[in-house]
Protein backbone atom coordinates (compact mmCIF):
# COMPACT_ATOMS: atom_id res chain seq x y z
CA UNK A 1 0.00 0.00 0.00
CA UNK A 2 1.16 3.11 -1.33
CA UNK A 3 -1.51 5.35 -0.93
CA UNK A 4 -1.39 7.93 1.89
CA UNK A 5 -3.78 6.57 4.10
CA UNK A 6 -2.25 6.31 7.87
CA UNK A 7 -4.48 8.11 10.36
CA UNK A 8 -1.54 8.74 12.94
CA UNK A 9 1.97 9.99 11.67
CA UNK A 10 3.54 7.52 14.33
CA UNK A 11 1.83 4.70 11.77
CA UNK A 12 3.59 6.34 8.73
CA UNK A 13 6.05 4.75 5.73
CA UNK A 14 8.04 5.59 3.88
CA UNK A 15 6.30 4.76 1.04
CA UNK A 16 3.44 6.92 2.21
CA UNK A 17 5.75 9.94 2.80
CA UNK A 18 6.90 9.53 -0.96
CA UNK A 19 3.67 9.88 -2.36
CA UNK A 20 2.97 12.80 0.00
CA UNK A 21 6.04 14.55 -1.24
CA UNK A 22 5.41 13.82 -5.18
CA UNK A 23 1.94 15.58 -4.50
CA UNK A 24 3.26 18.19 -2.78
CA UNK A 25 5.74 18.50 -5.78
CA UNK A 26 2.96 17.98 -8.43
CA UNK A 27 0.94 21.00 -7.03
CA UNK A 28 3.35 23.23 -6.81
CA UNK A 29 1.63 25.93 -9.26
CA UNK A 30 -1.24 26.79 -6.67
CA UNK A 31 1.49 28.30 -4.54
CA UNK A 32 1.73 30.85 -7.62
CA UNK A 33 -2.47 31.23 -7.72
CA UNK A 34 -2.64 31.67 -3.86
CA UNK A 35 -0.18 34.53 -4.30
CA UNK A 36 -2.10 36.30 -7.35
CA UNK A 37 -5.73 35.56 -5.10
CA UNK A 38 -4.23 37.54 -2.06
CA UNK A 39 -2.60 40.18 -4.54
CA UNK A 40 -5.76 40.83 -6.57
CA UNK A 41 -7.81 40.92 -3.04
CA UNK A 42 -5.64 44.10 -2.48
CA UNK A 43 -7.72 46.24 -4.61
CA UNK A 44 -10.53 46.36 -1.77
CA UNK A 45 -8.21 47.85 0.45
CA UNK A 46 -7.85 51.28 0.39
CA UNK A 47 -7.68 52.64 4.17
CA UNK A 48 -7.04 56.25 3.21
CA UNK A 49 -4.48 56.66 0.50
CA UNK A 50 -4.82 57.47 -3.00
CA UNK A 51 -4.30 54.09 -4.54
CA UNK A 52 -5.45 50.96 -3.49
CA UNK A 53 -3.37 48.38 -1.99
CA UNK A 54 -2.90 46.52 -5.39
CA UNK A 55 -2.21 49.67 -7.67
CA UNK A 56 0.24 50.94 -5.15
CA UNK A 57 2.11 46.93 -5.04
CA UNK A 58 1.79 47.34 -9.23
CA UNK A 59 3.37 50.68 -9.13
CA UNK A 60 6.20 49.57 -6.58
CA UNK A 61 6.92 46.83 -9.00
CA UNK A 62 6.49 48.69 -12.42
CA UNK A 63 9.10 51.85 -10.86
CA UNK A 64 11.31 48.90 -9.85
CA UNK A 65 11.60 47.29 -13.32
CA UNK A 66 11.64 50.19 -15.25
CA UNK A 67 14.71 51.00 -12.77
CA UNK A 68 15.99 48.39 -13.91
CA UNK A 69 15.98 45.86 -11.17
CA UNK A 70 16.55 41.96 -11.63
CA UNK A 71 13.05 39.64 -11.20
CA UNK A 72 13.31 38.51 -8.00
CA UNK A 73 13.33 42.18 -7.05
CA UNK A 74 10.55 42.83 -8.90
CA UNK A 75 8.26 40.46 -8.24
CA UNK A 76 9.43 40.87 -4.68
CA UNK A 77 8.47 44.08 -4.97
CA UNK A 78 4.94 43.19 -6.42
CA UNK A 79 3.91 41.37 -3.41
CA UNK A 80 5.62 43.43 -0.73
CA UNK A 81 2.43 44.41 1.04
CA UNK A 82 0.45 41.33 0.14
CA UNK A 83 0.41 40.54 3.77
CA UNK A 84 -2.04 43.16 4.06
CA UNK A 85 -4.41 41.08 2.62
CA UNK A 86 -4.26 39.63 6.18
CA UNK A 87 -3.18 41.71 8.52
CA UNK A 88 -1.50 45.19 8.08
CA UNK A 89 0.03 45.11 11.41
CA UNK A 90 3.07 42.34 10.79
CA UNK A 91 2.29 42.54 6.72
CA UNK A 92 6.19 42.92 6.43
CA UNK A 93 6.89 39.48 7.69
CA UNK A 94 3.84 37.65 6.44
CA UNK A 95 5.09 39.25 2.94
CA UNK A 96 8.82 38.11 3.90
CA UNK A 97 7.92 34.98 5.27
CA UNK A 98 6.01 34.00 1.63
CA UNK A 99 8.90 34.73 -0.55
CA UNK A 100 11.98 33.55 1.48
CA UNK A 101 11.99 30.09 -0.14
CA UNK A 102 11.65 31.51 -3.69
CA UNK A 103 14.24 34.38 -3.45
CA UNK A 104 17.72 35.70 -2.74
CA UNK A 105 18.57 36.81 1.13
CA UNK A 106 19.29 40.07 -0.16
CA UNK A 107 15.75 40.15 -1.26
CA UNK A 108 13.93 38.25 1.56
CA UNK A 109 15.71 40.99 4.14
CA UNK A 110 14.46 43.70 1.62
CA UNK A 111 10.89 42.63 2.21
CA UNK A 112 11.47 41.67 6.28
CA UNK A 113 12.62 45.37 7.12
CA UNK A 114 10.59 47.72 4.76
CA UNK A 115 8.30 49.36 6.72
CA UNK A 116 11.16 50.47 9.08
CA UNK A 117 12.88 51.80 6.27
CA UNK A 118 9.79 53.49 4.89
CA UNK A 119 9.23 55.06 8.44
CA UNK A 120 11.96 57.56 7.26
CA UNK A 121 8.81 59.07 5.11
CA UNK A 122 6.09 59.11 7.63
CA UNK A 123 7.27 57.75 11.27
CA UNK A 124 7.49 60.80 12.86
CA UNK A 125 3.85 61.52 12.59
CA UNK A 126 3.27 58.65 14.78
CA UNK A 127 5.82 59.95 17.34
CA UNK A 128 7.92 56.86 16.13
CA UNK A 129 11.43 57.12 15.09
CA UNK A 130 11.85 57.84 11.67
CA UNK A 131 15.60 56.81 11.74
CA UNK A 132 14.23 52.93 12.58
CA UNK A 133 16.20 51.95 9.66
CA UNK A 134 19.42 52.27 11.48
CA UNK A 135 18.73 49.67 14.00
CA UNK A 136 18.66 47.18 10.79
CA UNK A 137 22.14 47.95 10.15
CA UNK A 138 23.81 45.75 12.17
CA UNK A 139 22.30 43.14 11.53
CA UNK A 140 22.03 43.76 7.18
CA UNK A 141 24.99 43.27 5.16
CA UNK A 142 26.23 46.75 3.33
CA UNK A 143 25.33 45.58 0.42
CA UNK A 144 21.52 44.53 1.83
CA UNK A 145 21.22 47.65 3.59
CA UNK A 146 21.56 49.73 0.39
CA UNK A 147 19.24 47.40 -1.62
CA UNK A 148 16.53 48.37 1.29
CA UNK A 149 17.28 51.65 0.95
CA UNK A 150 16.57 52.11 -2.64
CA UNK A 151 13.22 49.85 -2.51
CA UNK A 152 11.79 52.25 0.41
CA UNK A 153 13.11 55.18 -1.09
CA UNK A 154 12.97 54.71 -4.98
CA UNK A 155 10.13 52.67 -5.06
CA UNK A 156 7.74 51.66 -2.60
CA UNK A 157 7.29 55.34 -0.97
CA UNK A 158 6.82 56.97 -4.48
CA UNK A 159 4.51 53.96 -5.19
CA UNK A 160 1.05 56.12 -4.35
CA UNK A 161 0.45 58.09 -7.89
CA UNK A 162 -3.16 56.99 -9.57
CA UNK A 163 -1.66 58.93 -12.57
CA UNK A 164 1.16 56.84 -12.93
CA UNK A 165 1.25 54.38 -15.77
CA UNK A 166 1.26 51.65 -14.00
CA UNK A 167 1.26 48.36 -15.89
CA UNK A 168 -0.95 45.50 -15.12
CA UNK A 169 -0.78 42.67 -13.22
CA UNK A 170 -1.01 40.41 -16.07
CA UNK A 171 2.43 41.61 -17.40
CA UNK A 172 3.81 40.50 -13.66
CA UNK A 173 1.76 36.92 -13.97
CA UNK A 174 4.37 35.29 -16.40
CA UNK A 175 7.29 36.05 -13.85
CA UNK A 176 5.30 35.45 -10.60
CA UNK A 177 4.67 31.96 -11.52
CA UNK A 178 8.50 31.68 -12.62
CA UNK A 179 9.56 32.53 -9.06
CA UNK A 180 7.23 30.75 -6.72
CA UNK A 181 7.71 27.39 -8.94
CA UNK A 182 10.71 26.19 -6.83
CA UNK A 183 11.11 26.17 -3.40
CA UNK A 184 14.95 26.50 -2.33
CA UNK A 185 14.13 24.58 0.55
FE1 LIG B 1 4.37 49.52 0.25
Same mark, same amino acid.
Given at each position: ?????????????????????????????????????????????????????????????????????????????????????????????? &?? +??? !?????? =?? /???????? *???????????????? &?? +??? !?????? =?? /???????? *?????????????????????????????????
Amino acid at each position: MTASTFTRMDASTPEQWAVIGDEIYRNQPRVAESVLTMLRSLSAITDGFATDQLTHCLQTATLAERTGADDEIVIAALCHDVGKAVSVANHPAI &AA +EML !RPYVRT =DV /YEMIRVHQ *DFQGRHYYAYFEMDPN &AR +EKH !RAELTP =DQ /YALAERFA *DEWDQMAFDPEYETLPLEHFEPRLREVFARPRF
